[in-house]
């Protein structure tokens, strides 16, 4: 998942202790690396994704995530995705994705020719 994140680095922040993330862009997308995990008292979360500074138009976001119900292709040796949407985006995008306790979970948007 990280590899697939994109070469440079992006500036990303989390609003809660138990929520890690870090963020990249490549050239047609835009991703995020999500963490929920603690020692205390581990917990599903809905968190809000919110990405700035996108090319406006048609693109396509893809999550995956590596979770307890394991949505991985055999035969592809990869994750399968565990949700995709198209979207038509501004400068500035938002949505939510459920990040089940103990997780890692990567969300990508990427341009797209039509929507």
């Not at 581990?42 to 968190?47: E, H, L, M």
């Not at 307890?68 to 400068?91: F, G, H, I, M, N």
Request: positive net charge; contains cysteine.
């Amino acid at each position: 998942m990280l590899c697939r994140s994109g070469r440079q680095g992006l500036a990303a922040r989390s609003g809660s202790a138990d929520v890690r993330v870090l963020a990249g862009r490549a050239e047609k997308s835009v991703s995020a690396l999500l963490v929920n995990y603690t020692i205390q008292q581990p917990s599903d979360r809905v968190i809000e994704l919110h990405l700035a500074n996108l090319r406006p138009g048609a693109k396509r976001l893809l999550v995956w995530r590596v979770d307890q119900d394991r949505k991985w292709c055999s035969e592809a040796l990869e994750l399968k995705p565990v949700e995709c949407r198209d979207a038509c985006t501004a400068r500035e995008f938002q949505c939510q994705i459920l990040l089940p306790a103990d997780s890692v979970a990567m969300v990508s948007l990427t341009d797209s020719p039509a929507v």
